[in-house]
């Protein structure tokens, strides 16, 4: 949950990468998540075994004053005093889990401050906090010339585990608000600080001058960040670069860099940035991982797996590099090799409902439905609205199955979960069509193209439902404005071929099919109507 106008939410940025907070503080944790639509398999958060968490010490650590707007506003620091005994995955990125606002980057853990002072209402919240370590900075505030509660406390609620815990109550002090700190401190010039906030924050101690190289380059690497979230990326080099003339010997900002080149879509140069800062800190596994998804990135699955390989060679504890692997060994149909790291994730916490759904994508590519139905039947137990399972558990049952009353049956839980999705409508319309439920697979497509007037495959899949009731010649408008909306969609030139068959206009049956394959050269269905028509393909 995160406010505008107060600060005290990490936000970091990346291209599809995230570097944590905890790393840009000097502990590198690189985390990537993703999700991939050609292997319909998805990188998950929680991958280590859940911990009960610990109950949280709050300590008050005073106050600092700043100004948003020409409007002055109060912080009133907190911090949790043991915050080394919170597990690291707590903080972990959740993408499967709904999000925080409009930040899909949303955390496992959610942290809110609350008045103590008996209404308990929340004061501020934190949404996107990467690591325990940022347990250190937590803060809400106020205007200036509102006055605090006298005392708050925390809640810490893990999402994943459906966990909450309390902390104790702190005094909040009454003692004036500090001034900002001295030119040579980074002040709001912190991840800790809105990227907004603290752009302006990193520009005023720049341009003031007097700061040692250290800091110069530090409120250079954080202005760096806070561009590239906003999206920025060139200015984000720049920033970026700045503080390697500074400081060359920091990964932090190679790293960082690495991501601008990456959004940027300059692969070889974000290499090159993420292997300087591998030669600066070996040990680290994290930036290997973030090498891996680059080269994924540029279309070099052979070296991101070298890449995943030694980041679990690093931390073979850490689920979500066996996640990451599994999915680039299953994209290039290592069917084997994925199956065993997303066994090695379910070793590692067999709570992870993302790592069966990603097994039980594997089992189907393999041909085993019936193990992959165990475990999209298991993902979703451990997580009943997690949309992706319900979906390939129906795809299961109806494209591989042929059991299309069950394959309905999952389309419509999806549906409950997403109401105004018309592709999902849209896949229970051709469940019901398969099943000979022509009316109610008419009742979907329309329902779709309400929600999506210009929605191709609706009109194809109206058109293919008229064909299968008898009624072709009414299926023939359809697939025509199909065709209109989406030029090169190869099943509407099947469709239509299947149309001109029926009606018996053969010669122009044989050219749709033509039409077809050039678009989709294996297709099995049109490869079948140019045979029965004795046509060659």
């Given at each position: 949950m995160e406010d505008a106008g107060a600060s005290g939410v990490v936000r970091l940025y990346g291209s599809g990468h995230?570097?944590?907070?905890?790393?840009l503080k000097g502990a590198v944790t690189m985390r990537f998540i993703t999700i991939s639509l050609a292997?319909?398999?998805?990188?998950?958060?929680?991958?280590?075994?859940?911990?009960?968490?610990?109950?949280?010490?709050?300590?008050?650590?005073?106050?600092e004053r700043y100004e948003v707007g020409g409007k002055l506003w109060v912080r009133y620091n907190l911090s949790v005093a043991n915050r080394s005994s919170f597990p690291a995955d707590l903080f972990a990125l959740a993408p499967d889990l709904p999000p925080c606002g409009k930040n899909a980057s949303a955390s496992r853990t959610w942290v809110n401050v609350h008045d103590g002072d008996g209404s308990s209402a929340r004061l501020y919240g934190f949404c996107a906090l990467r690591s325990a370590e940022e347990l250190g900075k937590l803060s809400f505030a106020l205007p200036k010339e509102k006055k605090p509660p006298s005392s708050v406390y925390i809640t810490l609620t893990d999402r994943s585990e459906k966990q909450t815990v309390t902390s104790n109550q702190v005094a909040i002090g009454q003692a004036p608000a500090t001034a900002s700190p001295a030119t040579t401190s980074l002040g709001q010039c912190d991840l800790s600080v809105h990227p907004e906030e603290r752009i302006v924050a990193c520009t005023r101690l720049i341009e003031r001058g007097g700061a040692d190289n250290e800091t110069l380059a530090s409120a250079y690497l954080y202005r760096c960040d806070a561009y590239g979230f906003k999206g920025n990326h060139d200015q984000a080099l720049a920033d970026c670069s700045r503080a390697i003339e500074l400081h060359g010997t920091e990964p932090r900002a190679f790293a960082l860099r690495s991501r601008a080149h990456a959004a940027k879509r300059r692969y070889d140069l974000a290499v090159q940035d993420v292997s300087e800062a591998i030669r600066l800190r070996p040990g680290e596994a994290g930036l290997y991982y973030a090498r891996g998804t680059t080269y994924?990135?540029?279309?070099?699955?052979?070296?991101?797996?070298?890449d995943?390989?030694?980041?679990?060679?690093?931390d073979p504890k850490e689920g979500q590099f066996h996640?990451?692997?599994?999915?680039?060994?299953?994209n290039g149909n290592r069917l084997a090799e994925a199956l065993a790291d997303f066994n090695a994730v379910i070793g590692i916490n067999p709570k992870s409902h993302v790592a069966y759904f990603n097994r039980g994508t594997v089992y189907r590519k393999m041909g085993q439905q019936d193990r992959a139905i165990a475990d999209y039947d298991e993902a979703l137990r451990l997580e009943p609205k997690y949309l992706l399972a319900h979906l390939r558990r129906a795809d299961t049952y109806g494209d591989d199955m042929q059991q299309y009353d069950r394959a309905v049956e999952g389309y419509s839980q999806a549906i409950a979960l997403a109401p105004r999705n018309p592709f999902i409508i849209y896949l229970r319309a051709r469940a019901y069509t398969e099943s000979g439920r022509y009316e109610e697979a008419l009742a979907d497509h329309g329902e779709a193209l309400k929600i999506d007037p210009r929605f191709a495959l609706a009109y194809n899949g109206r058109a293919w439902t008229y064909l299968k009731m008898g009624t072709a010649a009414d299926g023939l408008p359809d697939v025509e404005r199909a065709l209109e909306l989406q030029p090169q969609l190869a099943h509407a030139y099947n469709t239509r071929a299947h149309i001109y068959e029926a009606l018996g206009r053969q010669d122009e049956a044989i050219?749709?099919?033509?039409?077809?394959?050039?678009?989709?050269?294996?297709?099995?269905?049109?490869?079948?109507?140019?045979?029965?028509?004795g046509a060659a393909p």
């Amino acid at each position: 949950m995160e406010d505008a106008g107060a600060s005290g939410v990490v936000r970091l940025y990346g291209s599809g990468h995230v570097l944590s907070a905890r790393f840009l503080k000097g502990a590198v944790t690189m985390r990537f998540i993703t999700i991939s639509l050609a292997g319909l398999l998805v990188l998950g958060a929680a991958a280590r075994a859940a911990e009960p968490m610990p109950a949280p010490v709050l300590q008050f650590d005073g106050t600092e004053r700043y100004e948003v707007g020409g409007k002055l506003w109060v912080r009133y620091n907190l911090s949790v005093a043991n915050r080394s005994s919170f597990p690291a995955d707590l903080f972990a990125l959740a993408p499967d889990l709904p999000p925080c606002g409009k930040n899909a980057s949303a955390s496992r853990t959610w942290v809110n401050v609350h008045d103590g002072d008996g209404s308990s209402a929340r004061l501020y919240g934190f949404c996107a906090l990467r690591s325990a370590e940022e347990l250190g900075k937590l803060s809400f505030a106020l205007p200036k010339e509102k006055k605090p509660p006298s005392s708050v406390y925390i809640t810490l609620t893990d999402r994943s585990e459906k966990q909450t815990v309390t902390s104790n109550q702190v005094a909040i002090g009454q003692a004036p608000a500090t001034a900002s700190p001295a030119t040579t401190s980074l002040g709001q010039c912190d991840l800790s600080v809105h990227p907004e906030e603290r752009i302006v924050a990193c520009t005023r101690l720049i341009e003031r001058g007097g700061a040692d190289n250290e800091t110069l380059a530090s409120a250079y690497l954080y202005r760096c960040d806070a561009y590239g979230f906003k999206g920025n990326h060139d200015q984000a080099l720049a920033d970026c670069s700045r503080a390697i003339e500074l400081h060359g010997t920091e990964p932090r900002a190679f790293a960082l860099r690495s991501r601008a080149h990456a959004a940027k879509r300059r692969y070889d140069l974000a290499v090159q940035d993420v292997s300087e800062a591998i030669r600066l800190r070996p040990g680290e596994a994290g930036l290997y991982y973030a090498r891996g998804t680059t080269y994924e990135a540029a279309g070099r699955p052979d070296r991101a797996i070298e890449d995943y390989s030694q980041a679990i060679r690093l931390d073979p504890k850490e689920g979500q590099f066996h996640i990451t692997r599994g999915i680039a060994y299953s994209n290039g149909n290592r069917l084997a090799e994925a199956l065993a790291d997303f066994n090695a994730v379910i070793g590692i916490n067999p709570k992870s409902h993302v790592a069966y759904f990603n097994r039980g994508t594997v089992y189907r590519k393999m041909g085993q439905q019936d193990r992959a139905i165990a475990d999209y039947d298991e993902a979703l137990r451990l997580e009943p609205k997690y949309l992706l399972a319900h979906l390939r558990r129906a795809d299961t049952y109806g494209d591989d199955m042929q059991q299309y009353d069950r394959a309905v049956e999952g389309y419509s839980q999806a549906i409950a979960l997403a109401p105004r999705n018309p592709f999902i409508i849209y896949l229970r319309a051709r469940a019901y069509t398969e099943s000979g439920r022509y009316e109610e697979a008419l009742a979907d497509h329309g329902e779709a193209l309400k929600i999506d007037p210009r929605f191709a495959l609706a009109y194809n899949g109206r058109a293919w439902t008229y064909l299968k009731m008898g009624t072709a010649a009414d299926g023939l408008p359809d697939v025509e404005r199909a065709l209109e909306l989406q030029p090169q969609l190869a099943h509407a030139y099947n469709t239509r071929a299947h149309i001109y068959e029926a009606l018996g206009r053969q010669d122009e049956a044989i050219t749709n099919f033509r039409r077809a394959l050039a678009r989709m050269p294996a297709d099995k269905s049109s490869l079948e109507g140019l045979k029965r028509l004795g046509a060659a393909p």
